[in-house]
């Protein structure tokens, strides 16, 4: 299974913001846990980035192959329909 080193972040701006439903949280961050999440995310953005970008990439390809494909089955379709107008010899 491959990593996702992305979710380390977002589990731990959840479990802070998990902490902040109880009725005696504090309002604001400790500049301990800024600090923290600072670092986490300076550290994980690259790889998330990368993540992201191969994802992207994977879809954009997806998506001009299912063009290619709609084009020539129109194109084909017009070629069709001009052979059939044309005199018979």
Known sequence: MRSRPYLLPIFVCA???Y???TDDAPTRLSSDQLQLLDSLVTVQMPLVRQEE?????A????????MVD?????RREEE??????MPKQ
Not at 53 to 57: N, P, R, Y
Not at 80 to 85: D, F, H, I, K, M
């Open 15 to 17: 479990a802070l913001l």
């Open 19 to 21: 902490g902040g439903c």
């Open 53 to 57: 970008d191969s994802i992207c990439k």
């Open 59 to 66: 879809d954009f390809d997806k998506k001009l192959r299912r």
């Open 70 to 74: 709609s084009m020539l089955v129109i």
């Open 80 to 85: 069709a329909r001009l052979r059939q107008r």
